[in-house]
Protein backbone atom coordinates (compact mmCIF):
# COMPACT_ATOMS: atom_id res chain seq x y z
CA UNK A 1 0.00 0.00 0.00
CA UNK A 2 2.66 2.47 0.87
CA UNK A 3 4.64 1.62 -2.81
CA UNK A 4 0.97 2.46 -4.49
CA UNK A 5 1.04 6.18 -2.40
CA UNK A 6 3.98 6.76 -4.17
CA UNK A 7 3.64 5.46 -7.49
CA UNK A 8 4.23 8.13 -9.62
CA UNK A 9 3.72 7.72 -13.47
CA UNK A 10 5.96 9.72 -15.91
CA UNK A 11 3.19 12.33 -16.61
CA UNK A 12 -0.87 11.93 -15.27
CA UNK A 13 -2.60 13.77 -18.37
CA UNK A 14 -0.74 12.07 -20.83
CA UNK A 15 -1.00 8.55 -19.09
CA UNK A 16 -4.67 8.90 -18.75
CA UNK A 17 -4.99 10.15 -22.09
CA UNK A 18 -3.37 7.12 -23.62
CA UNK A 19 -5.33 4.84 -21.89
CA UNK A 20 -8.83 6.05 -22.34
CA UNK A 21 -7.82 6.24 -25.68
CA UNK A 22 -6.82 2.53 -26.40
CA UNK A 23 -9.28 1.25 -23.75
CA UNK A 24 -12.20 3.40 -23.57
CA UNK A 25 -12.51 3.76 -26.93
CA UNK A 26 -13.18 0.39 -28.36
CA UNK A 27 -16.54 1.23 -30.40
CA UNK A 28 -14.59 4.02 -32.15
CA UNK A 29 -11.67 1.67 -33.15
CA UNK A 30 -14.19 -0.75 -33.61
CA UNK A 31 -16.01 1.54 -36.29
CA UNK A 32 -12.82 2.63 -37.74
CA UNK A 33 -11.34 -1.06 -38.28
CA UNK A 34 -14.83 -1.12 -40.46
CA UNK A 35 -14.11 1.89 -42.99
CA UNK A 36 -10.45 1.52 -43.06
CA UNK A 37 -9.71 -2.43 -42.71
CA UNK A 38 -7.18 -4.04 -40.00
CA UNK A 39 -3.75 -2.98 -39.22
CA UNK A 40 -1.31 -2.73 -42.58
CA UNK A 41 1.16 -0.47 -43.57
CA UNK A 42 -1.35 1.76 -45.60
CA UNK A 43 -4.00 1.68 -42.41
CA UNK A 44 -1.19 2.77 -39.99
CA UNK A 45 -0.69 6.08 -42.13
CA UNK A 46 -4.25 6.98 -41.25
CA UNK A 47 -4.27 5.45 -37.41
CA UNK A 48 -0.81 6.69 -36.39
CA UNK A 49 -1.65 10.57 -36.87
CA UNK A 50 -5.11 9.90 -35.56
CA UNK A 51 -4.38 8.67 -32.42
CA UNK A 52 -1.80 11.44 -31.78
CA UNK A 53 -4.50 14.22 -32.50
CA UNK A 54 -6.69 12.55 -29.98
CA UNK A 55 -3.98 12.05 -27.26
CA UNK A 56 -2.96 16.01 -28.05
CA UNK A 57 -6.48 16.81 -27.61
CA UNK A 58 -7.26 15.20 -24.85
CA UNK A 59 -3.53 16.67 -23.17
CA UNK A 60 -4.82 19.78 -24.05
CA UNK A 61 -8.10 19.33 -22.78
CA UNK A 62 -6.74 18.10 -19.12
CA UNK A 63 -3.90 20.25 -19.09
CA UNK A 64 -6.99 23.48 -18.29
CA UNK A 65 -6.98 21.23 -14.88
CA UNK A 66 -3.77 20.76 -13.88
CA UNK A 67 -3.79 22.57 -10.58
CA UNK A 68 -3.55 21.23 -7.15
CA UNK A 69 -6.93 19.67 -5.54
CA UNK A 70 -8.30 19.78 -9.27
CA UNK A 71 -6.17 17.65 -11.65
CA UNK A 72 -7.05 14.25 -9.93
CA UNK A 73 -10.34 15.08 -9.43
CA UNK A 74 -11.12 15.93 -12.89
CA UNK A 75 -9.27 12.45 -14.07
CA UNK A 76 -10.72 10.16 -11.78
CA UNK A 77 -14.59 11.68 -12.74
CA UNK A 78 -13.25 11.34 -16.73
CA UNK A 79 -12.11 7.92 -16.17
CA UNK A 80 -15.28 6.70 -14.39
CA UNK A 81 -17.37 8.27 -17.26
CA UNK A 82 -15.60 7.27 -20.17
CA UNK A 83 -15.76 3.41 -18.67
CA UNK A 84 -19.31 4.07 -18.30
CA UNK A 85 -19.86 5.36 -21.86
CA UNK A 86 -17.68 2.70 -23.25
CA UNK A 87 -19.84 -0.17 -21.93
CA UNK A 88 -22.97 1.54 -22.81
CA UNK A 89 -22.20 1.83 -26.52
CA UNK A 90 -20.61 -1.53 -26.52
CA UNK A 91 -23.76 -2.92 -24.92
CA UNK A 92 -26.56 -0.91 -26.21
CA UNK A 93 -25.11 0.96 -29.65
CA UNK A 94 -25.67 4.28 -28.26
CA UNK A 95 -24.03 7.39 -29.14
CA UNK A 96 -23.44 10.19 -26.85
CA UNK A 97 -24.73 13.06 -28.43
CA UNK A 98 -26.70 16.41 -26.18
CA UNK A 99 -29.52 14.72 -26.63
CA UNK A 100 -28.10 11.06 -25.03
CA UNK A 101 -26.69 13.47 -22.08
CA UNK A 102 -29.51 15.30 -21.47
CA UNK A 103 -31.69 11.88 -20.96
CA UNK A 104 -29.12 10.87 -18.53
CA UNK A 105 -28.94 13.87 -16.17
CA UNK A 106 -33.33 13.32 -16.29
CA UNK A 107 -33.13 9.54 -15.75
CA UNK A 108 -34.90 8.65 -12.55
CA UNK A 109 -33.22 5.64 -9.86
CA UNK A 110 -35.45 3.20 -11.21
CA UNK A 111 -34.18 3.60 -14.63
CA UNK A 112 -30.94 2.99 -13.40
CA UNK A 113 -31.61 0.58 -11.63
CA UNK A 114 -32.51 -1.52 -14.84
CA UNK A 115 -29.26 -0.81 -16.58
CA UNK A 116 -27.05 -1.98 -13.18
CA UNK A 117 -25.61 -5.78 -14.38
CA UNK A 118 -22.69 -7.66 -13.43
CA UNK A 119 -20.98 -6.86 -16.79
CA UNK A 120 -21.55 -3.16 -16.33
CA UNK A 121 -19.46 -3.75 -12.48
CA UNK A 122 -16.75 -5.52 -13.96
CA UNK A 123 -16.43 -2.77 -17.12
CA UNK A 124 -16.41 0.44 -14.76
CA UNK A 125 -14.24 -1.60 -12.28
CA UNK A 126 -11.65 -2.63 -14.79
CA UNK A 127 -12.04 0.13 -17.37
CA UNK A 128 -12.79 3.12 -14.66
CA UNK A 129 -12.38 1.93 -11.06
CA UNK A 130 -8.92 0.79 -11.41
CA UNK A 131 -6.80 3.31 -13.68
CA UNK A 132 -8.78 5.83 -11.33
CA UNK A 133 -7.61 4.41 -8.30
CA UNK A 134 -3.95 4.68 -9.73
CA UNK A 135 -4.12 8.54 -10.35
CA UNK A 136 -5.82 8.90 -6.93
CA UNK A 137 -2.98 7.57 -4.79
CA UNK A 138 -0.34 9.57 -7.24
CA UNK A 139 1.81 11.86 -5.71
CA UNK A 140 1.94 14.67 -7.53
CA UNK A 141 3.99 17.94 -7.57
CA UNK A 142 2.88 21.07 -8.40
CA UNK A 143 4.72 24.64 -9.19
CA UNK A 144 3.39 27.40 -7.21
CA UNK A 145 0.06 28.91 -8.92
CA UNK A 146 1.34 31.36 -11.14
CA UNK A 147 3.94 29.79 -12.31
CA UNK A 148 2.01 26.59 -12.97
CA UNK A 149 -0.42 28.69 -14.93
CA UNK A 150 2.28 29.89 -17.43
CA UNK A 151 3.46 26.14 -17.52
CA UNK A 152 -0.37 25.15 -18.62
CA UNK A 153 -0.49 27.61 -20.90
CA UNK A 154 2.99 26.53 -22.72
CA UNK A 155 1.46 23.41 -22.91
CA UNK A 156 -1.79 24.09 -24.75
CA UNK A 157 0.30 25.76 -27.61
CA UNK A 158 2.51 22.73 -28.05
CA UNK A 159 -0.35 20.51 -28.54
CA UNK A 160 -2.21 22.91 -30.54
CA UNK A 161 0.10 23.48 -32.92
CA UNK A 162 1.30 19.83 -33.23
CA UNK A 163 -2.77 19.43 -33.89
CA UNK A 164 -3.12 22.15 -36.61
CA UNK A 165 0.25 20.70 -37.91
CA UNK A 166 -1.21 16.65 -37.91
CA UNK A 167 -4.61 18.40 -39.35
CA UNK A 168 -2.79 20.39 -41.97
CA UNK A 169 -0.81 17.27 -43.73
CA UNK A 170 -3.33 14.31 -43.19
CA UNK A 171 -6.84 16.95 -43.82
CA UNK A 172 -8.14 15.37 -46.80
CA UNK A 173 -8.22 11.72 -45.07
CA UNK A 174 -9.38 12.40 -42.54
CA UNK A 175 -11.98 14.70 -44.20
CA UNK A 176 -13.55 12.41 -46.47
CA UNK A 177 -14.09 10.09 -43.71
CA UNK A 178 -15.84 11.97 -41.64
CA UNK A 179 -17.83 13.59 -44.15
CA UNK A 180 -19.20 9.74 -45.31
CA UNK A 181 -19.55 8.80 -41.33
CA UNK A 182 -20.77 11.16 -39.27
CA UNK A 183 -21.44 9.16 -36.48
CA UNK A 184 -17.60 8.93 -35.45
CA UNK A 185 -17.97 11.58 -33.87
CA UNK A 186 -20.49 10.92 -31.33
CA UNK A 187 -18.22 7.38 -30.51
CA UNK A 188 -14.77 10.07 -29.53
CA UNK A 189 -14.95 9.24 -25.96
CA UNK A 190 -14.83 11.20 -23.75
CA UNK A 191 -14.34 14.10 -26.15
CA UNK A 192 -18.05 13.27 -27.07
CA UNK A 193 -19.52 14.05 -23.56
CA UNK A 194 -17.63 16.82 -23.64
CA UNK A 195 -18.75 18.54 -26.62
CA UNK A 196 -21.97 17.25 -25.67
CA UNK A 197 -22.59 18.84 -22.28
CA UNK A 198 -20.83 22.54 -23.70
CA UNK A 199 -23.88 22.43 -26.04
CA UNK A 200 -26.52 21.65 -23.61
CA UNK A 201 -24.70 24.54 -21.07
CA UNK A 202 -25.02 27.15 -24.44
CA UNK A 203 -28.49 26.64 -24.93
CA UNK A 204 -28.92 27.12 -21.21
CA UNK A 205 -26.91 29.91 -20.88
CA UNK A 206 -28.82 31.44 -24.37
CA UNK A 207 -32.39 30.38 -24.00
CA UNK A 208 -35.16 32.76 -23.18
CA UNK A 209 -35.93 33.29 -19.41
CA UNK A 210 -39.10 34.95 -19.73
CA UNK A 211 -42.33 33.02 -21.04
CA UNK A 212 -43.06 33.67 -24.31
CA UNK A 213 -47.18 33.63 -24.46
CA UNK A 214 -49.41 31.57 -27.73
CA UNK A 215 -52.25 31.42 -28.91
CA UNK A 216 -53.97 34.40 -26.51
CA UNK A 217 -56.66 34.72 -28.90
CA UNK A 218 -57.59 30.92 -28.91
CA UNK A 219 -61.33 30.55 -28.07
CA UNK A 220 -63.85 27.85 -29.07
CA UNK A 221 -65.57 28.00 -32.26
CA UNK A 222 -69.04 29.53 -32.47
CA UNK A 223 -71.25 26.37 -33.29
CA UNK A 224 -74.85 26.82 -32.43
CA UNK A 225 -75.84 23.16 -33.05
CA UNK A 226 -73.04 21.67 -31.17
CA UNK A 227 -73.82 24.25 -28.13
CA UNK A 228 -75.55 21.48 -25.92
CA UNK A 229 -72.78 19.08 -25.97
CA UNK A 230 -69.16 19.52 -24.60
CA UNK A 231 -65.73 17.41 -26.39
CA UNK A 232 -63.59 15.10 -24.01
CA UNK A 233 -60.53 14.43 -26.05
CA UNK A 234 -57.93 11.65 -24.35
CA UNK A 235 -54.47 11.84 -25.34
CA UNK A 236 -52.37 8.83 -24.81
CA UNK A 237 -48.97 9.30 -24.50
CA UNK A 238 -46.89 6.62 -25.85
CA UNK A 239 -43.59 5.74 -24.44
CA UNK A 240 -41.01 3.78 -26.72
CA UNK A 241 -43.63 2.44 -29.37
CA UNK A 242 -42.23 1.59 -32.66
CA UNK A 243 -45.15 1.25 -35.21
CA UNK A 244 -43.12 -1.82 -36.67
CA UNK A 245 -44.66 -4.29 -34.00
CA UNK A 246 -48.29 -3.19 -34.27
CA UNK A 247 -50.45 -5.50 -36.12
CA UNK A 248 -52.64 -2.38 -37.19
CA UNK A 249 -49.55 -1.25 -39.51
CA UNK A 250 -49.06 -4.58 -40.53
CA UNK A 251 -46.85 -6.52 -38.43
CA UNK A 252 -47.22 -9.99 -38.84
CA UNK A 253 -47.99 -10.96 -34.96
CA UNK A 254 -51.48 -10.57 -33.10
CA UNK A 255 -50.14 -7.58 -31.01
CA UNK A 256 -53.81 -5.52 -31.10
CA UNK A 257 -56.18 -8.00 -30.55
CA UNK A 258 -58.07 -5.51 -28.26
CA UNK A 259 -57.96 -2.37 -31.01
CA UNK A 260 -58.98 -4.78 -34.06
CA UNK A 261 -62.25 -4.89 -32.21
CA UNK A 262 -63.12 -1.46 -32.38
CA UNK A 263 -63.55 1.27 -34.70
CA UNK A 264 -60.08 2.98 -34.95
CA UNK A 265 -57.89 4.49 -36.85
CA UNK A 266 -54.35 3.86 -37.42
CA UNK A 267 -51.65 6.31 -39.44
CA UNK A 268 -48.81 4.18 -40.85
CA UNK A 269 -46.36 6.74 -41.55
CA UNK A 270 -46.00 8.62 -38.65
CA UNK A 271 -42.42 9.83 -37.81
CA UNK A 272 -41.27 11.18 -34.17
CA UNK A 273 -39.95 14.52 -33.16
CA UNK A 274 -36.65 12.71 -31.58
CA UNK A 275 -35.60 9.59 -30.39
CA UNK A 276 -35.62 10.06 -26.61
CA UNK A 277 -38.30 11.37 -24.68
CA UNK A 278 -36.01 14.22 -23.56
CA UNK A 279 -36.51 15.57 -26.88
CA UNK A 280 -39.61 14.58 -28.78
CA UNK A 281 -42.31 15.20 -26.00
CA UNK A 282 -41.26 19.08 -25.32
CA UNK A 283 -41.25 19.10 -29.39
CA UNK A 284 -44.38 16.91 -29.90
CA UNK A 285 -46.40 19.95 -27.92
CA UNK A 286 -44.86 22.97 -29.25
CA UNK A 287 -45.29 24.87 -32.53
CA UNK A 288 -42.21 24.30 -33.79
CA UNK A 289 -41.20 22.09 -36.53
CA UNK A 290 -38.44 19.47 -35.64
CA UNK A 291 -35.89 21.35 -38.27
CA UNK A 292 -36.74 24.87 -36.03
CA UNK A 293 -36.89 23.06 -32.43
CA UNK A 294 -34.96 24.52 -30.38
CA UNK A 295 -34.79 22.72 -26.45
CA UNK A 296 -33.85 26.13 -24.73
CA UNK A 297 -36.54 28.41 -26.46
CA UNK A 298 -39.06 25.82 -26.19
CA UNK A 299 -38.73 25.66 -22.20
CA UNK A 300 -39.83 29.21 -22.36
CA UNK A 301 -42.45 29.39 -24.87
CA UNK A 302 -46.09 28.31 -24.63
CA UNK A 303 -47.09 25.09 -26.02
CA UNK A 304 -50.46 23.33 -27.31
CA UNK A 305 -51.86 23.01 -23.77
CA UNK A 306 -51.13 26.64 -22.97
CA UNK A 307 -53.61 27.07 -26.15
CA UNK A 308 -55.95 25.24 -25.01
CA UNK A 309 -56.30 26.75 -21.44
CA UNK A 310 -56.65 29.92 -23.17
CA UNK A 311 -59.58 28.42 -24.74
CA UNK A 312 -61.17 27.68 -21.84
CA UNK A 313 -60.41 23.70 -22.09
CA UNK A 314 -59.72 22.16 -18.69
CA UNK A 315 -56.00 20.64 -19.30
CA UNK A 316 -55.47 17.36 -16.72
CA UNK A 317 -51.66 15.90 -17.36
CA UNK A 318 -51.98 12.28 -15.68
CA UNK A 319 -48.33 10.59 -15.31
CA UNK A 320 -47.05 7.11 -15.10
CA UNK A 321 -43.39 8.20 -16.25
CA UNK A 322 -40.49 10.16 -15.24
CA UNK A 323 -41.99 13.56 -15.55
CA UNK A 324 -43.48 15.85 -18.58
CA UNK A 325 -40.65 17.52 -19.50
CA UNK A 326 -41.77 20.92 -18.34
CA UNK A 327 -44.86 20.44 -20.79
CA UNK A 328 -47.29 20.70 -18.51
CA UNK A 329 -46.03 22.68 -15.48
CA UNK A 330 -48.89 25.37 -16.25
CA UNK A 331 -51.80 22.93 -15.99
CA UNK A 332 -53.12 20.62 -13.40
CA UNK A 333 -51.40 17.32 -13.68
CA UNK A 334 -51.14 14.45 -10.84
CA UNK A 335 -48.30 11.78 -10.72
CA UNK A 336 -49.57 8.23 -10.11
CA UNK A 337 -46.82 6.50 -10.71
CA UNK A 338 -45.66 5.44 -7.33
CA UNK A 339 -49.13 4.92 -5.82
CA UNK A 340 -49.29 1.88 -3.44
CA UNK A 341 -51.88 -0.13 -4.87
CA UNK A 342 -52.11 -3.99 -4.60
CA UNK A 343 -53.34 -4.32 -7.95
CA UNK A 344 -52.30 -2.09 -10.46
CA UNK A 345 -48.61 -1.43 -9.04
CA UNK A 346 -45.70 -3.40 -8.16
CA UNK A 347 -42.94 -2.44 -5.44
CA UNK A 348 -41.23 0.27 -7.50
CA UNK A 349 -43.90 1.50 -10.27
CA UNK A 350 -47.48 1.33 -11.69
CA UNK A 351 -48.90 -0.40 -14.67
CA UNK A 352 -50.56 1.69 -17.07
CA UNK A 353 -53.93 0.77 -16.00
CA UNK A 354 -53.28 3.15 -12.97
CA UNK A 355 -53.65 6.29 -14.98
CA UNK A 356 -57.16 5.34 -15.28
CA UNK A 357 -57.78 5.30 -11.29
CA UNK A 358 -60.35 7.58 -10.53
CA UNK A 359 -60.38 9.60 -13.43
CA UNK A 360 -64.36 9.30 -13.64
CA UNK A 361 -64.31 11.23 -10.51
CA UNK A 362 -62.35 13.66 -12.11
CA UNK A 363 -64.96 14.01 -15.72
CA UNK A 364 -68.12 14.10 -13.01
CA UNK A 365 -66.20 17.43 -12.05
CA UNK A 366 -65.77 18.57 -15.24
CA UNK A 367 -67.98 21.81 -15.86
CA UNK A 368 -66.13 22.86 -19.26
CA UNK A 369 -64.79 20.91 -22.73
CA UNK A 370 -61.65 18.73 -21.31
CA UNK A 371 -58.37 17.52 -22.76
CA UNK A 372 -56.60 15.06 -20.75
CA UNK A 373 -53.56 13.32 -21.34
CA UNK A 374 -52.23 9.92 -20.25
CA UNK A 375 -48.39 9.88 -19.95
CA UNK A 376 -47.55 6.28 -20.25
CA UNK A 377 -44.92 3.95 -19.19
CA UNK A 378 -45.33 2.20 -22.18
CA UNK A 379 -42.23 -0.29 -23.63
CA UNK A 380 -39.18 1.58 -21.53
CA UNK A 381 -36.66 -0.42 -21.51
CA UNK A 382 -35.20 -2.40 -21.14
CA UNK A 383 -36.97 -4.24 -18.38
CA UNK A 384 -39.41 -4.66 -21.32
CA UNK A 385 -40.97 -7.37 -19.29
CA UNK A 386 -41.74 -5.74 -16.03
CA UNK A 387 -44.21 -2.77 -17.92
CA UNK A 388 -47.13 -5.12 -18.49
CA UNK A 389 -49.06 -7.54 -15.72
CA UNK A 390 -48.08 -10.75 -15.92
CA UNK A 391 -51.16 -12.10 -17.48
CA UNK A 392 -49.72 -10.42 -20.41
CA UNK A 393 -46.93 -12.52 -21.27
CA UNK A 394 -48.65 -13.76 -24.77
CA UNK A 395 -45.18 -14.56 -26.41
CA UNK A 396 -42.43 -16.35 -24.84
CA UNK A 397 -39.86 -16.98 -23.47
CA UNK A 398 -39.97 -13.58 -22.46
CA UNK A 399 -36.01 -11.75 -22.01
CA UNK A 400 -35.81 -10.97 -18.57
CA UNK A 401 -32.17 -9.52 -18.27
CA UNK A 402 -30.89 -5.74 -18.33
CA UNK A 403 -28.04 -6.82 -20.76
CA UNK A 404 -29.93 -7.79 -23.51
CA UNK A 405 -27.26 -8.99 -25.24
CA UNK A 406 -27.61 -11.91 -22.75
CA UNK A 407 -30.58 -13.06 -24.37
CA UNK A 408 -31.69 -14.15 -28.01
CA UNK A 409 -32.99 -11.67 -30.32
CA UNK A 410 -36.30 -13.06 -30.48
CA UNK A 411 -36.41 -13.14 -26.38
CA UNK A 412 -35.94 -9.51 -26.45
CA UNK A 413 -38.70 -8.88 -29.05
CA UNK A 414 -41.36 -11.20 -27.52
CA UNK A 415 -40.83 -9.07 -24.53
CA UNK A 416 -41.11 -6.21 -26.21
CA UNK A 417 -44.29 -7.50 -28.03
CA UNK A 418 -45.69 -8.18 -25.15
CA UNK A 419 -45.46 -4.94 -23.91
CA UNK A 420 -47.45 -3.75 -26.87
CA UNK A 421 -50.14 -6.32 -26.35
CA UNK A 422 -50.51 -4.65 -22.97
CA UNK A 423 -50.85 -0.86 -24.55
CA UNK A 424 -53.57 -2.24 -26.71
CA UNK A 425 -55.85 -3.52 -23.80
CA UNK A 426 -54.74 -0.33 -21.87
CA UNK A 427 -55.90 1.81 -25.10
CA UNK A 428 -58.95 -0.39 -25.05
CA UNK A 429 -60.02 0.08 -21.36
CA UNK A 430 -59.61 4.47 -22.28
CA UNK A 431 -62.03 3.87 -25.51
CA UNK A 432 -64.61 2.13 -23.36
CA UNK A 433 -64.53 4.76 -20.26
CA UNK A 434 -65.12 7.48 -23.46
CA UNK A 435 -68.00 5.40 -24.61
CA UNK A 436 -69.14 5.30 -21.19
CA UNK A 437 -68.49 9.51 -21.20
CA UNK A 438 -70.36 9.73 -24.69
CA UNK A 439 -73.92 10.43 -23.18
CA UNK A 440 -72.25 13.92 -21.81
CA UNK A 441 -69.71 14.34 -23.95
CA UNK A 442 -68.32 14.40 -27.95
CA UNK A 443 -65.67 11.85 -26.81
CA UNK A 444 -62.35 11.29 -28.66
CA UNK A 445 -59.46 9.01 -28.33
CA UNK A 446 -55.29 10.10 -29.16
CA UNK A 447 -52.58 7.70 -28.76
CA UNK A 448 -48.79 8.58 -30.01
CA UNK A 449 -45.77 7.64 -29.22
CA UNK A 450 -42.80 9.75 -28.17
CA UNK A 451 -40.47 7.67 -30.58
CA UNK A 452 -39.57 4.22 -30.87
CA UNK A 453 -37.48 1.56 -30.46
CA UNK A 454 -34.26 -1.18 -31.62
CA UNK A 455 -34.17 -4.38 -30.43
CA UNK A 456 -31.08 -5.63 -31.79
CA UNK A 457 -30.98 -4.38 -35.62
CA UNK A 458 -27.59 -4.18 -36.89
CA UNK A 459 -26.62 -5.03 -32.76
CA UNK A 460 -28.50 -1.59 -31.63
CA UNK A 461 -30.95 -1.85 -28.54
CA UNK A 462 -32.73 0.83 -26.86
CA UNK A 463 -33.41 4.50 -28.42
CA UNK A 464 -31.55 7.88 -28.22
CA UNK A 465 -29.33 7.76 -31.33
CA UNK A 466 -28.45 11.29 -32.92
CA UNK A 467 -31.76 11.77 -35.19
CA UNK A 468 -29.68 11.71 -38.63
CA UNK A 469 -28.06 8.40 -38.00
CA UNK A 470 -31.16 6.78 -35.78
CA UNK A 471 -32.60 3.80 -37.74
CA UNK A 472 -36.20 4.35 -38.93
CA UNK A 473 -36.91 2.09 -35.86
CA UNK A 474 -36.20 4.75 -33.59
CA UNK A 475 -38.37 6.79 -35.35
CA UNK A 476 -41.37 5.32 -36.66
CA UNK A 477 -44.35 5.68 -34.53
CA UNK A 478 -47.57 4.36 -34.36
CA UNK A 479 -50.69 7.19 -34.29
CA UNK A 480 -54.01 5.87 -33.61
CA UNK A 481 -57.59 7.88 -33.09
CA UNK A 482 -61.43 6.82 -31.74
CA UNK A 483 -64.43 8.77 -31.89
CA UNK A 484 -67.60 8.50 -30.50
CA UNK A 485 -69.97 8.48 -33.31
CA UNK A 486 -71.45 11.85 -32.19
CA UNK A 487 -68.09 13.46 -32.31
CA UNK A 488 -67.50 11.95 -35.63
CA UNK A 489 -71.55 13.55 -36.94
CA UNK A 490 -71.02 16.28 -34.93
CA UNK A 491 -67.37 17.22 -36.56
CA UNK A 492 -68.51 16.31 -40.01
CA UNK A 493 -65.54 14.02 -39.80
CA UNK A 494 -65.01 11.43 -43.26
CA UNK A 495 -64.22 7.90 -41.84
CA UNK A 496 -63.47 7.17 -45.71
CA UNK A 497 -61.47 10.09 -46.14
CA UNK A 498 -59.56 9.35 -42.85
CA UNK A 499 -59.09 5.52 -43.88
CA UNK A 500 -57.86 7.14 -47.56
CA UNK A 501 -55.24 8.56 -45.33
CA UNK A 502 -53.78 6.52 -43.38
CA UNK A 503 -50.57 6.32 -45.67
CA UNK A 504 -50.06 10.00 -45.83
CA UNK A 505 -47.02 10.84 -44.09
CA UNK A 506 -47.27 12.96 -41.08
CA UNK A 507 -44.93 13.77 -37.90
CA UNK A 508 -44.90 14.73 -34.48
CA UNK A 509 -45.34 18.50 -35.87
CA UNK A 510 -49.21 17.87 -37.34
CA UNK A 511 -49.93 16.82 -33.20
CA UNK A 512 -50.05 20.94 -32.05
CA UNK A 513 -52.88 21.60 -34.58
CA UNK A 514 -54.74 18.53 -34.83
CA UNK A 515 -55.37 19.01 -31.22
CA UNK A 516 -56.65 22.42 -31.51
CA UNK A 517 -58.72 21.05 -34.20
CA UNK A 518 -60.00 18.26 -32.68
CA UNK A 519 -60.99 20.81 -29.55
CA UNK A 520 -62.04 23.13 -32.12
CA UNK A 521 -60.29 26.23 -31.45
CA UNK A 522 -59.96 29.12 -33.24
CA UNK A 523 -56.97 30.92 -32.39
CA UNK A 524 -54.17 32.85 -35.35
CA UNK A 525 -51.36 29.93 -34.35
CA UNK A 526 -53.82 26.88 -36.15
CA UNK A 527 -52.49 26.07 -39.49
CA UNK A 528 -54.95 23.75 -41.07
CA UNK A 529 -52.25 22.72 -43.53
CA UNK A 530 -51.01 20.82 -40.08
CA UNK A 531 -53.96 19.32 -39.00
CA UNK A 532 -54.76 15.89 -39.74
CA UNK A 533 -58.25 15.31 -39.57
CA UNK A 534 -59.41 19.11 -41.32
CA UNK A 535 -58.69 17.56 -44.76
CA UNK A 536 -61.89 15.33 -43.57
CA UNK A 537 -63.76 17.56 -42.11
CA UNK A 538 -67.06 18.15 -44.65
Same mark, same amino acid.
Given at each position: ?49 ? #??? %?????? +???? &??? $?? !???? *? ?78 ? #??? %?????? +???? &??? $?? !???? *? ?100 ? *? ?261
Amino acid at each position: MQQLKRLALPDPILSSSIFLILFNNTALWRELFKIKGGVSVESLVFYTPF #FLV %LMLLLT +LFFS &LFR $FK !YLLK *TVLVLFLLAAAAIDYFTLAYGVLIDKGMVQNALETNAGEVAELLTRQMFFHLLIFGGIPAAFIARMRLIYKPALRQLFSN #FGT %LLICSG +LIIG &LCY $FF !YGDY *TSIYRNNRQLRYLINPVNLVDSSVSILKHKLRGQHTLIPVGMDAKLADDPKHAGKKRLTVLVLGETARAANFALDGYPRPTNPYLSRESVFSFTNVHSCGTA *TAASVPCMFSGFSRENYDPAKAEYTENVLDVLSHAGIKVLWRNNNDGCKNVCKRVSSEDLSHLKLPDLCRAEECYDEVLLYRLQAYVDTLTSNGMIVLHQKGSHGPGYHLRHPPKFKVFSPECHQANLNDCSRQEVINAYDNTIVYTDFFLEKVIQFLKKNAAQYDTALLYVSDHGESLGENNVYLHGLPYFVAPDEQKHVPLITWFSKDFIAHNKIDSACLYQHKDTSYSHENLFHSLLGLMNVKTNVYNAKLDIFATCKA
